[in-house]
């Protein structure tokens, strides 16, 4: 009999291998060739964000020459793709790396003609490893916000909603800097619900909202007083109208794919599973409380694997280091240990395999985590009060660690519970 450890990093794994790009391109690109550029033209090729080097190297399998190729992704990720130029960001804060970045990618787009096309490759990180800030704006406003936003509680769309409005290439830039050339995008997902315009904050789309809804969020979340002037001042300006360019956008890849292909490794491995969410968004404490309350009323008398994808947010309110999904199998591994009976884990992670600013992915909890902390010489509470859900895992040999992988659709979760 496997333990509940190897077969939860199976079914993990599995979420990942389903996300993997260059398949995800590869069978679309079976169905729907890529078109050509005009007679005189040639392809303009951008791969951006965690996925950005298997999607390159997918592409330029598909498209002759003449082309040109530029690659942004993060250090984690990092490979040379021959026949392009490959620049490395930061992600989850932009620094000077993602701002030279996107320096780049507004040059790389400045040569396109009427006759080029250019191709987007997308996915999940864009929006922190391309940075090109709205006039007026520096990177050090752009990154006083970001670092705002992590610790505001804030949904994802809603950080979005408010970065496109301070860029000249997310919220559609990309396609007022690519115009007149027309622009298919290739996307990737790491949003739940899969709305393009969030994706990577939607370089190829329309964006999300306005300047004053902008304003409306970072006012309820209690950070606009804050901010930085330029960044007030900015948002208080209402923009110049003007027409957004069409684009060709393609989904190729999702959570929902990841949660799918686990749920059919579940069942080769003998579990019956459950999807319970594909929808495990907001506070990180809210999710721990529906994951809980599905344990509880999960059958004891067979084995069963319950099954969550989505993407949590932390309120920060300590200077600890962590991530969502760590903070998330700690918090079960608290709760877990007084509550839960039988033989049981419960593992997050990250399909990028990075949880905040950490190498880790996430956290594996099971029924003795939470002592394994204390028993080795750490206080939990006080590490959980300081978010520093790294710490305490670690402690406990309970961090979930896998390296980069290439790819990104958000987090997945499972909890495992043997038959009693």
Do not use: C
Not at 67 to 87: I, K, M, S, Y
Not at 97 to 105: E, L, Y
């Amino acid at each position: 009999m496997t333990s509940l450890h190897q077969d939860a990093r199976v079914l993990f794994d599995a979420a990942v291998a389903r996300a993997d790009p260059a398949l995800a391109l590869r069978q679309t690109l079976a169905v729907a060739p890529l078109r050509s550029p005009q007679t005189g033209g040639q392809s303009y090729v951008l791969a951006v964000g965690k996925a950005a080097v298997p999607m390159m190297q997918e592409a330029l399998a598909h498209i002759s020459e003449p082309r040109q190729a530029l690659v942004v992704t993060n250090p984690e990720n990092l490979r040379q793709v021959p026949g392009a130029q490959v620049l490395a960001g930061s992600h989850p804060v932009p620094d000077q790396a993602s701002a030279a970045a996107g320096a780049a990618v507004l040059e790389f787009l400045s040569q396109t003609t009427a006759q080029d096309q250019v191709i987007v490759l997308v996915s999940g990180g864009g929006s922190a490893l391309m940075v090109a800030p709205a006039p007026g704006l520096t990177l050090a406003d752009k990154a006083a916000l970001g670092q705002a936003l992590l610790s505001s509680g804030l949904e994802i769309n809603e950080m979005n909603l408010i970065r496109q409005q301070l860029s000249q290439l997310k919220g559609g830039g990309l396609l007022q800097q690519a115009a007149p050339t027309p622009v298919s995008a290739y996307i990737l997902s790491d949003v739940i619900g899969d709305d393009l315009r969030a994706i990577a904050s939607g370089p190829t789309t329309s964006p999300l909202g306005t300047r004053a809804e902008a304003r409306t969020s970072l006012q309820q979340a209690r950070i606009w007083q804050d901010l930085p002037p330029a960044v007030k001042t900015h948002l208080e300006t209402e923009p110049e109208a003007k027409p957004l360019p069409a684009a060709q956008n393609t989904l190729i890849g999702s959570n929902r794919h990841s949660l799918a292909a686990m749920m059919d490794k579940a069942r080769d491995l003998g579990w019956q599973p459950q999807l319970i969410s594909d929808q495990l968004i907001g506070d990180v404490s809210e999710a721990a409380e529906h994951i809980l309350q599905a344990a509880k009323s999960a059958p004891m008398d067979r084995p069963v694997a319950l099954i969550f994808g989505g993407e949590t947010t932390v309120r920060l309110t300590g200077s600890g280091r962590g991530g969502r999904n760590q903070e998330l199998a700690l918090r079960l591994a608290q709760r877990g240990a007084q509550e839960l009976s039988g033989d049981w884990l419960f593992l997050s992670g990250g399909t990028d395999g990075r949880d905040g600013p950490t190498k880790a992915a996430g956290g594996i909890a099971t029924a003795q985590t939470w002592a394994a902390i204390s028993e080795a010489g750490a206080d939990a509470d006080a590490l959980l009060t300081n978010n520093d859900s790294y710490a305490a895992l670690k402690a406990a040999n309970a961090l979930l660690m896998t390296g980069g992988t290439g790819t990104n659709v958000a987090d997945v979760q499972v909890f495992l519970r043997r038959a009693s």
